[in-house]
């Protein structure tokens, strides 16, 4: 679905104007970096088609934040809010196609716009539920019970993404991973 | 501040209305309990004066989130977006002042306010901000840069809240925290 879509499926049933904010659909080739560490955001992202990796790079140790699958908003959140540089890579692990909104335009569009603004609420919900539900993982869940949460929540992540990429999400080793398979089909 | 004065502050600062949900200003005493593990979230609270705890309680091990220090909004936000019970426990650590906003009044509000959205999308941001820092932490820091960046950020933590509270914020044990500050001063 695009942003239109969204809106009338997420927002407002009725919606049928055009958008309180500019939109331009680009197409990314695999492997594509859409953030570097150190910069400051000024986009936010909408993923029609692909996946997209989001890490956090410290001390050069790179840490899978999130897997981005369609019908998604995404950038690196944190610094878009604060402006400050996120130490956050953002890159496609497939062709994608995204919607590209400039941060500028948004913050334009909040001065006035309710429904941009019930947009924004509604997003910024789904991206907290994401955050907390990491965390309370992170915090109380053993790595095999949050492979099994994963696989149960999000089954095309084990037939798209390569394990190492998994078990760097589960903040875990590949080895560990494996075994963790093995046990459950076994 | 009190909620006019937060909205001033953050959201609009020409807002002179009357606030576009009901507010009751309650005061409770030290210990009591707001949400209890279990219950669908029904509030969103306001702290006005008081430090508040929020913990997850999950096979009777509980895991401190985060402390509510006043000029804060703060509730068992997952739970309140979802209307899924909350493994969450909510509770007063002091004598505490508090507004008490109904989840019923604020969906009312979000259908056609502007400043509701902009409050609630604001609000919203700030809880992502915390989520995403501490997400950040767990991956990436280990407990003694965790307890740094705590009395850097929140020096009054130290002074009000038991080492053994901030110990389980931290995920460690209370001999380890008592190490690490020896180490610290030393």
Redesign the interface.
Known sequence: MNIQEYIKSYIDSSFSEVLPFPVVDKVFPKDHILHYPGEVEQHVYYLTQGIVEIC?V??E?E?I?EFIFPDSFFCA??SL??QLPADTRIQCLTDCTISVLKRYDIMEA?Q?S?VS??L??YV??Q???K??????Q???MDAQARYLELITKRPEIVEKIPLYKIANYL?IHPESLSRIRKKITS
């Open positions: 956090i410290n001390n140790k840490s934040l959140y944190a809010l604060t909040y006035h309710l603004n019930k924004g609420r910024t919900e991206l907290y539920l955050r907390f539900g990491r965390e309370k992170l915090l109380t903040g």
